[in-house]
């Protein structure tokens, strides 16, 4: 059964801080591993990671994954107070039955205080 | 905008009741995935179509919850004789395939059964 967890479960930092949030999983046949942010609505899309070692970035987001260890990081620099929501990993199974259904994470729930 | 929809996006059902809940996918996205997020968890899959065929309902947690896609687009989550375990957020996600694309996910319907 493919399992992912995230740490910390949550995270209180200030304006201007960068924080590091982690994913570690397992996983039968791996396809790729998918970062969501998601406020009081629905998770929205950041980052999909296929390949060991290539960063991808968007402003002040970045994300990397270590297929050899299992994991990947999100990194958020210069925290805003609107960054504040929960952040969800998951991981998409290439096994035949899977249909690409992703398996979550708890989530990390990170608070910008300003 | 033509994002994923569903509707209600609150909805309150007596124990025993049965609710229907109502995702709108993007339009010309094959795959359709339906998710339950329990407070303070991560999302957990349900069921999975592609166009109107059924192919993982694997994770549909007992036999009073049914969904369908008729015609390849809008699909329809049914719960029937609602418990209070039912309660959670019901989240709907379309991807363009099954592959490797990301998958985008709608508000959700928040659930509570009294």
């Known amino acids: 059964e493919d399992k992912v967890v995230q740490s910390p479960l949550s995270l209180v930092v200030h304006e201007g801080d960068t924080v590091t949030l982690n994913c570690s999983y397992e996983?039968?046949?791996?396809?790729?591993l998918l970062w969501y942010k998601q406020e009081k609505k629905a998770p929205t899309f950041l980052f999909m990671l296929?390949?060991?070692?290539i960063e991808k970035k968007s402003g002040r987001l970045s994300s990397i994954l270590d297929k050899k260890e299992l994991f990947s990081i999100l990194n958020i620099t210069a925290t805003q107070t609107g960054d504040s929501a929960v952040y969800l990993c998951?991981?998409?199974?290439?096994?035949?039955?899977?249909?690409?259904?992703?398996?979550f994470g708890q989530g990390t729930i990170l608070t910008v205080h300003p | 905008g033509a994002g994923v929809s569903q509707s209600p996006r609150y909805k309150v059902a007596k124990r025993g009741q049965d609710v229907a809940l109502r995702c709108d996918p993007i339009?010309?996205?094959?795959?359709l995935f339906w998710y339950q997020q329990a407070l303070g968890q991560g999302p957990e899959f349900l069921t999975y179509f592609q166009n109107e065929a059924q192919l993982d309902k694997s994770g549909l947690p007992s036999d009073r919850f049914f969904a369908e896609r008729p015609e390849g687009s809008v699909s329809t989550l049914k719960i029937q004789r609602t418990q209070q375990e039912d309660s959670a957020v019901y989240l709907c996600a379309s991807s363009l395939t099954e592959g490797f694309h990301e998958q985008y996910f709608g508000p959700g319907t928040r659930l509570t059964v009294t």
């Open positions: 339009s010309g996205h094959v795959s």
């Open positions: 998951a991981v998409k199974d290439a096994g035949g039955t899977s249909y690409g259904k992703l398996t």
């Open positions: 996983v039968t046949n791996f396809r790729s």
């Open positions: 296929t390949s060991s070692g």
